[in-house]
């Protein structure tokens, strides 16, 4: 299993989930610079956490104009695994592929701290490992991390199965709790929480390998 | 405009054989202030102990380095904020760490972990707490603001409450990297005819004189001061730290220096100066971002985020091409030269030529007068002290004060796991860092209390020392190096000035004796507003190493275990009560002296329990500090598990239950003989104080209950009382 780890400028968990990845779970993990019109050989793209192009103008909102985010756009719509943590959710909902938008927290402050989340589906490769109702817990660290959609498509995400992750202690004020999402293809998924950072058992828990496993699993599978 | 004293300037024309012009004068007067001379202090700094096996590179550096074993390296330093974070508090605190990532990166460590002492003024000041509510919530969002976006995790430090910093906030950023050997960079510009580059953000107004401002006092006009201050672009620090270490791999850098105070000016020189070589650079290339700035603004500018670098002759386009990847600014903008001077030009018209060595090593040298005693700020003589009536009462008061707390509040502001290494955030005796590549983690400890230092300079400075030691040991690291900020009032009041020698002297004492040298640091004087001085506030940064391994927390774990006070239950008399926690928020006085500390016995105490530590047998330590035993129990109960303790002492219950002597360290295991034994070897008290319980905190003496509180409500008023003492300003 192969994957590419997209570094922006700006980006500061790009080694994180390198490291989680290659180190933690023995898989291969590549870094893909944001220029870059190819992913290379990847089986599957992490977009992660950090303030790519400074988060300027809003989380985001420039990243998506970089060469490599055409070619994530192309890789999701042929059904690769494609992986947005923190600020890489918020580029996937900036660029069109998730729905929704993320705003600055409710209480205005920038919030770092382990959260429960509860898994809502399995239904999804980023959660095939883990059984629906599971408890993990994962850190937070973000400053507009305030999932917001309209009534109707936060009722569209549910009637699909796509809300992957809720929050117990909601830390931000998401609407409906809302953690993470999957899009209509269930490939792309995005999340505020760390996974990467919960992935070491010396950091005081590995419950966010579940999500990795999960995508290597399915890669497995589909590869099969 | 000058600065310079007429002496000074006396100097200034015999150096130069002439009459120096406006720009010459200009880059005099920032070298030789005293944040870029400390031409007060320096005299005294040479007391410091600054070696041992495992320095690499001692003060003089960017940072002070290391050695952590197996190839690898570490490069750390504390440094102040303090007048720019009045003026200004999101951009003074934001700067401060920027510059401080600076000191590191620019010596090809990557950084790992920040941690910050930061001190206001009471938040519910009478008079002043609205504003210092206001700068306590734009300091920590600076901070929070810059580390957060740089990719650097803010792990630990200490947030303090005091009158004298109503006027004055005290913000002191310690950072630290780590690296291999070989790839340890200098600020040297060696080689003839090596091109000199400018990196990073352009050159603006902003800062210019920011050196100087803060090397004077705070009057009215100093809230004119607010352009004085820089702006912080921590994204652009970032690209700055992936573009340098990348340049520094391609081996085209000969030497790279950050440019932070005096910007240009004394990254220039000092780079001449180390390697007594010449530097002569062209302003016109200088990138700028406004137009028609003169000589002397660029050349005394502190824009934030810029890097000189000189680089090999020839291989300029192996540095361009790793800068121009991460769209940063990369300009030669002079060379090399033979002659040991600074020679500036502006579109090839020479207007400064100044020998480095002179500038950046000469500058004047003060014996100020410190024969006197050191100013104290209270009596000798202790009070009388009321028999207290409700001991439960006062636990909870102290647990509610600023100072003792729970800081929750602020480092939930803090990205404290990035970077995947943090063992230990937040809230420890010490923060933890691992080392991915060699199986070794450090710890990392900040301490200050002005309180301790006003009633004795010397004997607070030993005890900072022995604190950050004790810490660092209670998780279980041994103490290998030091850094420290000294913040002080003004140096030319002799009575201040006995403060700064005295606490020097201290420091050094302890450093010695605890095998901690210091390799760099950082003095602030003149923290006084409108003629009132800050407190002394040395505040020391010790870091230590121990195996990576899961750590050893505060919190007691299970029921049933053994708690046992290593280093016995200490000694106290009313003169040596007047310092504590106890005094000043209970009886709201102070008075006397710090707690006497015996540095052979303390030292032992830390031996004992790293031992413990290595050989798995405590579940819980935490280090008696501020508020004394009943605090460090309490915190040891915040997470659920209590304990039934019992006293045997003759003193009376407030000195026994919250005084704070040292060499004290609480902790609970399942193996009871074996910590005993350790303490025993080690030749030092160990007594065993009760068990763990469930849901209750008691504490007697013989048949008398002195405190009986629920855990619940403990970890409560704890917890929510940074907040409630924010919450006038307060959203939602």
Do not use: D, K
């Given at each position: 299993m192969r994957f590419g780890v997209v570094v922006f400028p700006g980006s500061n968990c790009d080694h994180d989930a390198w490291y989680a990845v290659s180190h933690n779970l023995g898989h291969q993990a590549e870094f893909i610079w944001h220029d870059s019109a190819s992913l290379g050989n990847a089986d599957a793209v992490i977009l992660p956490g950090g303030f790519s192009y400074g988060d300027y103008l809003r989380c985001g909102a420039i990243a998506k104009f970089s060469p490599v985010m055409a070619a994530i756009k192309k890789f999701a719509q042929d059904g690769g695994l494609v992986l947005g943590i923190c600020n890489g959710f918020q580029i996937l909902v900036e660029s069109g592929l998730l729905p929704g938008a993320l705003l600055r927290n409710r209480q205005l402050r920038f919030v770092c701290r382990p959260v429960t989340l509860r898994v809502e589906t399995a239904h999804t490769p980023f959660t095939s490992a883990a059984t629906k109702g599971q408890l993990i817990k994962v850190p937070v660290a973000h400053g507009e991390g305030c999932y917001f959609a309209d009534q109707r498509t936060l009722d569209t995400l549910e009637a699909e199965d796509r809300v992957v992750m809720r929050y117990l202690d909601n830390p931000n004020g998401s609407l409906r709790d809302i953690a993470g999402i999957c899009s209509e293809g269930r490939n792309v998924m995005g999340m505020m929480p760390h996974p990467e950072r919960a992935s070491d058992p010396l950091l005081g828990s590995t419950d966010g390998r579940v999500v990795l496993e999960s995508m290597v699993r399915s890669m497995v599978t589909t590869n099969a | 405009m000058s600065d310079l004293a007429p002496s000074e300037l006396e100097k200034v024309r015999k150096i130069l054989g002439r009459e120096p012009n406006q720009t010459e004068t200009g880059i005099f007067t920032v070298m030789w202030s005293e944040h870029c001379s400390y031409k007060s202090s320096r005299l005294h700094l040479k007391k410091l102990p600054t070696r041992s096996d495992r320095v690499l590179v001692g003060p003089g550096e960017n940072a002070g380095i290391i050695d952590i074993g197996q190839g690898y390296a570490i490069a750390f330093k504390i440094e102040s904020h303090n007048h720019p974070s009045f003026i200004e508090p999101f951009q003074g605190a934001a700067t401060g760490v920027g510059g401080i990532l600076r000191d590191i990166f620019t010596m090809g460590a990557r950084p790992i972990a920040v941690l910050d002492a930061i001190r206001f003024g009471p938040l519910d000041d009478p008079e002043c707490g609205d504003r210092n509510r206001r700068i306590l919530e734009g300091v920590v969002e600076g901070i929070a603001h810059y580390g957060n976006c740089f990719g650097v995790p803010t792990i630990g430090g200490e947030t303090v409450f005091e009158r004298c910093y109503n006027g004055n906030p005290l913000v002191n950023v310690f950072a630290l990297g780590v690296f291999r050997h070989d790839e340890i960079f200098f600020g040297r510009a060696t080689g003839l005819g090596n091109p000199v580059i400018y990196v990073g953000a352009k050159t603006g107004r902003d800062g210019i004189h920011g050196a100087s401002m803060a090397s004077a006092e705070f009057t009215e006009e100093s809230k004119q001061k607010r352009p004085n201050v820089q702006v912080g672009d921590p994204f652009m620090e970032k690209l700055l730290l992936e573009a340098c270490i990348e340049a520094m791999h391609t081996g085209a850098v000969v030497g790279i220096q950050d440019m932070g105070a005096a910007g240009l000016t004394c990254s220039t020189c000092e780079m001449g100066s180390r390697a007594e070589t010449g530097v002569e650079i062209d302003l016109a290339r200088v990138p700028q971002r406004e137009s028609g700035m003169t000589p002397y603004e660029i050349m005394l500018s502190e824009s934030q985020e810029r890097m000189l670098l000189v680089a090999e002759k020839g291989r300029e386009e192996e540095v361009f091409a790793v800068f121009r990847k991460w769209g940063l600014d990369a300009v030669t903008i002079g060379e090399v030269t033979g002659d040991g001077k600074l020679r500036v030009k502006d579109h090839g018209v020479v207007v400064a030529e100044i020998p480095n060595r002179e500038l950046a090593d000469e500058a004047p040298l003060y014996d100020r007068?410190?024969?006197?005693?050191p100013y104290r700020p209270a009596p000798m003589e202790a009070p009388e002290i009321p028999r207290s009536r409700d001991l439960n009462a006062d636990l909870l008061e102290l647990l509610a004060s600023g100072d003792l707390c729970s800081k929750r509040w602020i480092w939930q502001q803090y990205d404290q796991s990035v970077r995947t290494n943090t063992l230990q955030g937040p809230g420890g005796d010490a923060a933890i860092v691992r080392i991915k590549e060699t199986g070794t983690s450090v710890a990392m400890s900040v301490d200050g209390n002005g309180r301790y230092c006003s009633l004795s300079p010397r004997e607070g400075a030993r005890l900072l020392v022995a604190e950050c030691c004790r810490n660092l040991s209670a998780v279980g690291a041994l103490p290998v190096a030091a850094t420290n900020n000294l913040n002080f009032g003004n140096p030319e009041r002799p009575e201040i000035m006995a403060q700064l020698v005295e606490a020097i002297e201290g420091i050094a004492e302890a450093c010695k004796h605890f095998e901690t040298p210091i390799t760099g640091g950082n003095v602030s004087l003149y923290n006084e507003t409108l003629g009132e001085a800050i407190w002394p506030t040395p505040v020391m940064g010790i870091v230590g190493l121990l195996k990576t391994a899961p750590p050893v927390t505060i919190p007691f774990k299970a029921e049933g275990r053994a708690v046992m006070l290593l280093g016995g239950l200490g000694t106290v008399d009313a003169p040596r009560f007047g310092g504590t926690q106890y005094a000043k928020v209970v009886l709201n006085k102070m008075w006397g002296l710090p707690p006497a500390l015996d540095m052979d016995y303390e030292k032992r105490v830390h031996a004992a329990i790293r031992e413990i530590v290595a050989q798995g047998l405590a579940e819980s330590s935490h280090d008696v500090g501020d508020g004394g035993l009943t605090v460090a129990l309490a915190e040891s109960c915040a997470e659920g598990t209590g304990a039934s303790i019992s006293l045997p002492t003759e003193l009376r219950p407030e000195f026994a239950l919250f005084h704070e002597g040292p060499s004290r360290i609480l902790l609970s295991t399942n193996t009871p003989e074996a910590v005993e034994k350790i303490a025993r070897d080690n030749n030092i008290e160990c007594l065993r104080l009760g068990v763990t319980m469930k849901e209750r905190l008691q504490i007697d003496h013989n048949s008398e209950t002195w405190i009986d509180c629920r855990v619940e409500r403990l970890r409560e008023v704890w917890e929510n009382a940074l907040e409630n003492l924010l919450s006038p300003i307060s959203v939602g």
């Open positions: - | 007068p410190h024969g006197v005693a």
